[in-house]
């Protein structure tokens, strides 16, 4: 049991960055109105007004030459791109000193001020105001002062003020200091001996803090985290921001657990013009709870890197690592979480150019809690060519591809694999339909490295040369209508399709598999030319693939259904398998796959996709969603996800299928107050999987939420991945969150961010097409 109380940061964590490096601020949803109408532009160019004429304009006035003048009714005063109105005015040409008084407004590009009176020295740009009121323009920042100082630097340094971005007269919370500067260039306000109060009552005192004016990033403490739970004991989280430079930073977060010891994480990030990444680094000494592993000291770290150079040139790197398979169960790391069971890692440098590109590759992946750890590529080298209208109409393109793969395993395969692949293709596309035809040749070469010691490989041999040509013909014909059905008026298509795909039969059981594995048969996969993914086995076909879809379109082109059915049909059997998996076609049909999106009234929407084996009357595979949406923020979701026979455990034999059922939704309870709630529970073995609800309370001032979550473990022991059947192990986590706007948070407090909450994400499962 975990319980976690979070307070709102005074320095801004993170801001988001654009791929050109400039920081985006996001538009604020609540506005806080000036109280006169703006006299200058906001967007204008800086100019030095010390240098500019003072210009006045009022009812009456008196002067005395070269020396003062004194201006009654309406008053306004100009001077470069700063403006004051006032009820009387007083302009001492030989001082460069102006004051002014009575219904004070003084207005600049950044800001707009009311005050009772205003003495300001023209030369140096500096001037004094007093029972003074403050807004920021373009930010969602204000407040009052017994003093108000503008400097030469544009800076702001109020006396006995507030500060706060809470709309109103009576904001929610503020900042009430003896002392507070706002730095015009670093924009940020550093305030001194403040109080925090909320609804006008001091809630704490500090010293010294300093809030953000802007999304501008600044170095400094976050507020920290506190919890306790069974697993970690005492759990205190104090994180460190530094703002190196523009474009890097570095987060610091030590965290004492006292059930485990203190556990150490860093994260840099970094922005450049052509490259861009990110470096987590997570490290604890001597975990004291976990008592199975024999070396304790346990950590995790991940590189993430891209670059895309203007000579054509694109590089991307991923790797990370970590001590041990339950680390992701244990912690809260920022590498991964706990439902991923693997680690990818890979490096990759390509070419491109119009009409062919190359491409260095080398991979190696690593699953969690699986005996079997899968090839390593060092390297892979792929080669791409294009050439269209080769000759007429028809286009030319040639890939090859050459790999090595490897083993950590010294009893395990190692081999070297070249393949080509030149393709003719000749297509004709009309808006009515098309056809295309196309011809490949496929020669793979394989030198195996086969282990004398290991008799699953004794069928292997160590050379290999596989050629197997292909003839793929693919026609659709578009048709389209008006139809109209309930008295309204509809458009219809019927895009039916045929596929013929032949490759010859050869027997390929004297090649190791090192990245190969059979693919789903989705509406869109029954039109694919490969049954396996990779190039280890090429399955012989003699087949057709029939298809056909249909969609409604209403009178503003907006689409309303889409449904698809296809199958393929076998004109000969096919042989070609995976070792110790029977995965050859004996059948006159594969599985018949549907799949269906569909709004059916306005606020509710259905998807649903189904492979039933019409040979065996068994289903393969489906996925049923309802979802009812009726505005922003409201809905209701009901699931369903079905797969027979996922997995084998290949000691015990258990099949491992997959029956859920689940249920989100998300609702405004009262105003400003919403509701998320997710439930999934396993048909097979009747039981909860995930239990997930979170209530948040929220205004333009600040925001709270409550959330409460329970999930299975994920656990793995020396042998592999616990058995599914035995893990009944929940983890069960209370977390309060509280934040007042503008003073940054512990973390995004939206109700988007809180359906991602949660083992199971909310993604839209319909993509209608307009």
Request: aromatic fraction near 12%; charged fraction near 20%.
């Amino acid at each position: 049991m975990r319980y976690q109380l979070a307070l709102a940061c005074c320095c801004l964590p993170f801001a988001a960055w654009s791929q050109e490096g400039e920081v985006v601020v996001p538009e604020s949803q609540c506005t806080i109105a000036l109280p006169v109408p703006l006299m200058v532009d906001p967007n204008a160019p800086a100019v030095d007004s010390s240098t500019a004429p003072v210009n006045v304009q009022a009812d009456t006035s008196r002067a005395i030459a070269g020396e003062s003048a004194i201006f009654k009714g309406k008053v306004k005063l100009t001077q470069g791109n700063r403006a004051v109105t006032a009820d009387t005015a007083e302009v001492q040409q030989l001082q460069q000193r102006v004051t002014a008084q009575g219904d004070l407004v003084f207005q600049d590009p950044q800001l707009t001020i009311t005050a009772d009176s205003l003495e300001a020295d023209t030369a140096n740009s500096q001037a004094t105001l007093t029972n003074s009121k403050y807004w920021l323009h373009g930010q969602q920042v204000h407040g009052d002062a017994e003093q108000l100082e503008l400097t030469p630097d544009n800076d702001i340094i109020l006396s006995k003020g507030t500060f706060t971005t809470c709309p109103g007269e009576e904001p929610d919370w503020e900042l009430k200091a003896d002392k507070i500067i706002i730095d015009s260039e670093e924009e940020w306000g550093k305030i001194y001996d403040a109080q925090v109060r909320v609804f006008n009552t001091p809630v704490f005192y500090l010293p010294y803090m300093t809030v953000p004016v802007s999304d501008k990033r600044k170095t400094g403490f976050l507020f920290p985290a506190f919890s306790t739970s069974t697993k970690n004991g005492v759990d205190l989280k104090a994180p460190f921001y530094w703002n190196i430079a523009p474009n890097y930073d570095l987060t610091l977060t030590p965290q004492m657990m006292s059930a485990r010891g203190v556990w150490l994480a860093a994260e840099g990030r970094y922005l450049h013009e052509t490259n861009a990444g990110q470096l987590n680094l997570e490290y604890i000494n001597n975990d004291r709870l976990d008592s199975l592993l024999k070396n304790d000291n346990r950590y995790a770290y991940a590189w993430q890197h891209t670059s895309y150079l203007e000579s054509g040139w694109r590089l991307h790197v991923n790797y990370s690592d970590i001590s041990d398979d339950n680390y992701f169960n244990d912690f809260d790391s920022a590498i991964s979480a706990s439902t991923d069971n693997q680690l990818s890692r890979f490096g990759e440098a390509s070419y491109f150019q119009d009409n062919w590109n190359v491409a260095v590759k080398v991979q190696d992946i690593k699953v969690l809690g699986d005996a079997q750890d899968p090839f390593r590529v060092m390297p892979q080298v792929n080669y791409q060519y294009h050439l269209p209208s080769f000759y007429g109409a028809a286009d030319f393109q040639f890939d090859t591809e050459l790999t090595h793969f490897s083993h950590e395993d010294s009893n395990e395969l190692k081999a070297t694999r070249w393949h080509m692949e030149p393709t003719l293709t000749l297509p004709y596309q009309t808006p009515a339909g098309g056809l295309t035809a196309e011809l490949k040749l496929m020669q793979t070469l394989y030198q195996q490295d086969i282990p004398t010691n290991n008799p699953n490989y004794d069928q292997l041999d160590s050379f290999v040369s596989r050629t197997l040509p292909q003839v793929r013909l693919h026609g659709q014909i578009n048709f389209e209508r008006e139809t109209s059905f309930w008295s309204n008026s509809y458009r219809q298509t019927l895009e039916p399709q045929i596929q013929y795909l032949y490759v010859p039969y050869d027997d390929q059981d004297d090649i190791g598999v090192y990245d190969t594995a059979l693919l789903q048969d989705d509406y869109d996969g029954l039109f694919r030319d490969r049954r396996f993914s990779g190039l280890d086995r090429i399955a012989d076909a003699n087949q057709f693939t029939l298809g056909v879809a249909t969609r409604y379109f209403d009178s503003r082109n907006e689409e309303l259904l889409r449904l698809s059915v296809g199958q393929i049909f076998y004109l000969a059997d096919s042989d070609v398998t995976l070792p110790n998996q029977s995965n050859q076609i004996q059948q006159s049909s594969s599985a018949m796959a549907a799949e269906l999106d569909m709004k059916i009234q306005d606020d509710w929407f259905f998807t649903g996709s189904l492979q039933f084996d019409t040979d065996g009357g068994n289903t393969n595979k489906s996925e049923v969603s309802v979802d009812y949406r009726p505005g922003r923020d409201k809905l209701l979701q009901l699931s369903h996800r079905y797969v027979p026979e996922l997995a084998i455990n290949e000691t015990t034999g258990e099949v491992t299928d997959i029956n859920q059922f689940g249920f989100r939704t998300t609702w405004p309870v009262a105003k400003d107050t919403y509701f998320v709630g997710n439930y999934y529970y396993d048909g097979n073995l009747s039981r909860t999987i995930e239990t997930f609800a979170g209530i948040q309370w929220e205004s333009c001032c600040w925001a709270v939420r409550l959330t409460y979550d329970r999930h299975l473990n994920t656990n793995y022991n020396d042998s592999g991945f616990t058995d599914i059947g035995q893990r009944d192990s929940y983890d069960t986590s209370w977390s309060l969150t509280f934040e007042l706007k503008g003073l940054g948070s512990s973390g995004p407090l939206g109700v988007s961010d809180m359906q991602n909450e949660g083992l199971f994400n909310y993604r839209q499962p319909y993509y209608l097409r307009n």
